[in-house]
């Protein structure tokens, strides 16, 4: 069994190694990867994604590889000399593998030289293990001799397997990496930029997310199982389908857009009541409508369906690009040009949607069509064809089971309903009546805004303190708690907390 899994390792590492030249598409276990994320079913990754967070992508990496190490180590008890079931155990594996690849958008039939040649190695190491190394033995001597030969081939084995695929994942991904272009490129100034935060957007005297999200704090979540890595010089903007005529813009095409900033919160749909999957950044971009201009949308068209380099798809309604949010695609966040997990070098920003219906991060195509002809990635999995954000709150403190010290202190959260903005925030604790919070300055309706609220904590004791919001249309957010399938979870956020 052991042996099965050597194996493997010298299987999957050599594939790691072939894989440096041909790039990240043809990795066999990005591939499998890839395409077991695309496969489960949308309640099981909704549950993962809540579960694990950005922790999502390690627990999927680990299950693969003890899933692979299992198969091996199994098929490898039925490989003898004549008998070759292991072999053809591990052949079938490389044909599944095969087609993950080419299962990937852009992959070509080359991408599968990688999986073709780790499987070779690892049908070899398999026939050489049974053939040449195992004997059966005469006597105890012979048998001490042949366990001994077998242990060291295997860890010799195991870690040729390791260190190859090591090697092959840090050259591979140094060689394909934009992290230092990226890190030299320039953010070209805005001609219109984003008007200053008032210095009373931030409440004082409570420990609330800063009003602008740090990049490095942003929150992430995409299905790239590695990250994709698009060079400025590669990057093309086809946009097609229901338009008078075809584009496709070059990066240096952009320029003769006006570039403007604006500041976005951005929330993801899986975001449960209370979760973190929210952020707001300043956006550097380039108007969709003076992109769309060029190419004539179609009267009938009420769709754009975007799709990312790595063949992940958006659909917007169009009437969200023309309404007068400043739909964009951004090459900037907070004054830098895109992190690379964040879109680098472009992706969409449509304040007032959920990230699922607007945010195509690493975007490369437009295709104008009809809500009754596409469906998007969510969407073809039980998401709402639409998803406008809902009028939320969270409470940031106190946390869960904090001990509060008696005396006055300073409660406080954020509050998020884009594209209407937030009118007023609401508190209560236990079954007190609901009193206003104190706002922090609004921004403008397509970002949160961060509330305080000044308490003479008096103990001991435990309490609950809940909060709503209200919307600039003067909707009160709902106290139904719904699930975050389909269309964004409701329901007013509540913390237990203890007077010490
Ligand atoms: N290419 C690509 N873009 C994507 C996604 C994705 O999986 N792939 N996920 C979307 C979702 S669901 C959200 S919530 C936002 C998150 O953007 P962020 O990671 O920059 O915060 O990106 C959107 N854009
Ligand atoms: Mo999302």
Redesign the pocket.
Known sequence: MLGGVAAAAVSLGIAQLVTIPFGAPADPLNAVGSAIVDLTPGPVKEFVIQTLGSLDKLFLAVVVLAVIATIAAIAATYETRRRRIGSAIFVVAGLVACAAVLSRPGATMADIVPTVVGTAGGVAVLRLLVQRLWTTPNDDAEQFDTTRRMWLATAGLLGFGAATGLLGVVVGRMTSSVAAERDTAELPMPRVPAPPLPPDAQPKNVALPSFITDSAD???????LSVPQLSRDEWRLRIHGMVDREITYSFADLTQFDLIEKAVT?T??SNPVGGD?I?TGIWTGYRLTDLLKAAGVATDADMLLST?V?G?T?GTPVDALSDGRDAMLAIGLNGQPLPVQ??YPARLVVAGL???VS????VTDFELTRYDRAAAYWTKQGWAARGPIKTESRIDVPKRGQEVAAGPTTFGGVAWAQNRGVRAVEVRIDDGPWQPALLGAAYSNQTWRLWSLPWQASGPGSHTITVRATDNTGAVQTSDHTSTVPDGATGWHSVDFTVA
């Open positions: 942003f929150y992430r979540v995409d299905t790239a951005l993801c749909v999957l952020s990312s790595d992940f958006v964040h879109g959920y990230g699922y945010a195509t991060k690493w």
